[in-house]
């Protein structure tokens, strides 16, 4: 099975940067959709960010301007700038990717999270 592990996660301050990565333990040669979704204590899990084998990108409105995302099919990565950071993004944070993967074909994953604190 592939695996995804997110890393970046821990505390920063407001205003602060950090930056997300997703690692895949296979390579995908080809990307449908790669994403970034957030899930905050007592809330659903939400969208933050996707973007697509086009290179088409979608925002939550909370983030827009903020965050950036972007994806490296030769390295497998799928990162998350993350920028101007507000206490309400803070977060478990998990990656998705609906990608072709070696040998696999067409597949989707969900990577385990990683925490995201923002206080002062």
């Known amino acids: 099975q592939v695996q995804l592990v997110e890393s970046g996660g821990g505390l920063v301050q407001p205003g602060g940067s950090r930056r997300l990565s997703c690692a895949a333990s296979?390579?995908?040669?080809?990307?449908?959709?790669v994403a970034w979704y957030r899930q905050a204590p007592g809330k659903q899990r939400e969208l933050v960010a996707s973007?697509?084998?086009?290179?088409?990108?979608n925002y939550a409105d909370a983030v827009k301007g903020r965050f950036t995302i972007s994806r490296d099919n030769a390295k497998s990565t799928v990162d998350l700038q993350m920028n101007s950071l507000k206490p309400e993004d803070t977060a478990v944070y998990y990656c998705?990717?609906?990608?072709?993967?070696?040998?696999?074909?067409?597949?989707?994953?969900w990577g385990q999270g990683t925490q995201v604190t923002v206080s002062s």
């Open positions: 296979e390579t995908f040669t080809s990307i449908y959709v």
């Open positions: 973007i697509t084998n086009g290179g088409s990108t």
């Open positions: 998705y990717t609906d990608a072709t993967y070696y040998s696999r074909g067409r597949r989707t994953y």
